[in-house]
């Protein structure tokens, strides 16, 4: 079984629409989550970390769902410039390891 | 100031070749980790350094790869003998301090072509 699984995509959304993504872990003593984005040729960059409680930076939402061992993000009112891929990242405890999903392609059309 | 960086930005081999990837990671960053990732798939990961502690090489896919990283700055990884398999993009990144909790800064990668 994979560390990190998520699903894909594509999603392809109109402007303005709301999209969630999901993604699974396997290994309940993780203690460090994150979404990263990758735009196209590019590296990744930290969208935002995924704290216990939620949080929430603007458009985004990030949810941590310990019991199914699951993280979620929301974005609302999308924009063409959040087309990318979102990657989800989980650490690998109790090593050094930072465990990358492959990640979910998101395309925002006009 | 100076994000991280890699080169070179492409490389193109000749199975069986040697070839070395050079990354200098952010000024005063403790923590340096390689990945790689092939198309379509998601990061790999290879190797972390973290200050003069011995590195995690739990990551390294076969002997003919290999990491160091000189005087807790610059790193270099080698692969030997190189295979077509091996093509992919090259990914370092730095952090603060190694902390699970830090933000990884990554570079643009070098992507790898072995012909």
């Known amino acids: 079984r994979k560390e990190v699984e998520q699903d894909p995509g594509p999603f392809n959304v109109p402007e303005g629409a709301t999209v969630a993504f999901n993604c699974t872990y396997s290994?309940?003593?993780?203690?460090?989550f994150f979404w990263y984005r990758q735009d196209c040729r590019k590296e990744p960059k930290l969208l935002m970390s995924?704290?216990?409680s939620g949080n929430e930076d603007g458009r985004f939402t990030a949810q941590l769902n310990r019991a199914s061992q699951y993280i979620s993000l929301l974005i609302r009112d999308s924009k063409l410039s959040d087309s990318a891929t979102y990657l989800c990242?989980?650490?690998?405890?109790?090593?050094?390891?930072?465990?990358f999903g492959t990640g979910t392609s998101l395309t925002v059309i006009p | 100031g100076a994000g991280v960086s890699q080169s070179p930005s492409n490389k193109v081999t000749e199975k069986g070749k040697d070839v070395e990837l050079r990354c200098d990671p952010i000024?005063?960053?403790?923590?340096l980790y390689w990945y790689r990732q092939s198309l379509g798939q998601g990061l790999e990961f290879l190797i972390y350094?973290?200050?003069?502690?011995?590195?995690?090489k739990s990551g390294l896919p076969s002997d003919r790869f290999s990491a160091e990283r000189t005087g807790g700055s610059v790193s270099t990884l080698t692969i030997q003998r190189t295979q077509q398999e091996d093509s992919a993009v090259y990914l370092c990144?730095?952090?603060?301090?190694?902390?699970?909790?830090?933000?990884?800064?990554f570079g643009p990668g070098t992507r790898l072509t072995v012909l």
């Open positions: 990144a730095s952090s603060l301090s190694g902390g699970r909790t830090d933000t990884q800064y």
């Open positions: 290994n309940s003593a993780s203690q460090s």
């Open positions: 995924v704290y216990s």
């Open positions: 990242v989980v650490n690998g405890y109790p090593g050094n390891q930072f465990y």
């Open positions: 000024s005063g960053h403790t923590a």
């Open positions: 350094f973290q200050g003069n502690s011995a590195p995690d």
